[in-house]
């Protein structure tokens, strides 16, 4: 697969940037970057967006953590709704069409889009 | 009781999209935390990226397991990504943020529509394969 190292720095500048800049992840970024300008398959770009995320939210959560503003008891019970969610969904994926994920995430940016305007 | 239900479901929800979509899962923890469950909106950005690491290492070790992740485009956008973040971090005091929302916005939305006219391919195409 062709592949430019030009393409995904500037995918993950844009998306480092605005994330650091508006505290928002960069998801919603790396992943239509990926898509549109990378090339790669929905599948993939989902898959290499949320490996990307472990670090980047990892960095935004040392800084924040400095603020002590966590409320564990309530992270600890979602946690565990989330990582059996993240688990089945990654498992799983393959078998959901790439139009219907594709759709889906389209979706959810309109909304992230429609949110960021208030 | 009720409570760790309702925060077990929104978890179970977000997880699964997040894992699915490819994002964190911020967009839907922190409005949530804040209008349900009465977190300050600083209180639950932390709280959603406490959650969003675990999650995200489970998500990613599963799809790596599945042989999908892209480990050159990981790379290169998580070491690019971490300096621009920095870089970002850095400027967030300095700049109108009500103007940088309007542009994030307008870039959202331009990507949401080539998302969108790209579905609208793909759903055309399985349709065909469909129809023979």
Known sequence: ?118 | MLEIVGLLMLGLFAGTLAATLGVGGGIIFVPILVSAFGLAQLDAQGTSLAIIVPTAIVGAVTHARAGRINWKVFGVVGAVGILGAAGGALLAHSTDEDLLRQIFAVVLSILAVRMGLRTRRLWQASRAVDTG
């Open chain 1, 1 to 118: 697969m062709g592949f430019s190292w030009v393409k995904a720095g500037l995918v993950g500048l844009v998306a480092g940037f605005l994330s650091g800049l508006l505290g928002i992840g960069g998801g919603v970024i790396v992943v239509p970057g990926l898509v549109l300008l990378v090339g790669l398959d929905q599948y993939s770009a989902a898959a290499t967006s949320v490996a990307t995320i472990v670090l980047t939210a990892s960095a935004a959560l040392l800084a924040f953590g400095i603020g002590g503003s966590v409320d564990w008891p309530i992270a600890a019970a979602v946690l565990a709704g989330a990582v059996t969610g993240a688990w089945a969904g990654a498992r799983y994926m393959h078998k959901v069409p790439e139009h219907v994920l594709a759709g889906v995430f389209t979706l959810v940016m309109a909304v992230a889009a429609i949110r960021m305007y208030f």
